[in-house]
């Protein structure tokens, strides 16, 4: 007895529909979905930026080309390093 019966939520239902009117409802919903769907594509973009990060973040030291010459910025930052160590 302590439950909300079918036909209280019809009456809940049609109460609503005449207080918005079917076209407010219909575009509550369609921002309503699209709101979900841009929050788990947020989401699914975060988990795969993370993921990314750790794959680019697994070791301590820059990597290098073999042909690339070293600028004078970077002697100063290895000099740092060597400091630092």
Partial sequence: MGGISIWQLLIIAVIVVLLFGTNKLRTLGSDLGESIKGFKKAMSDD???????????????????????PTVAQSEKSESKDKKE
């Fill in 47 to 69: 988990e795969k930026s993370d993921q990314t990060e750790k794959n680019n973040h697994d070791a301590d030291f820059e990597t290098k080309n073999l042909t690339e010459k």
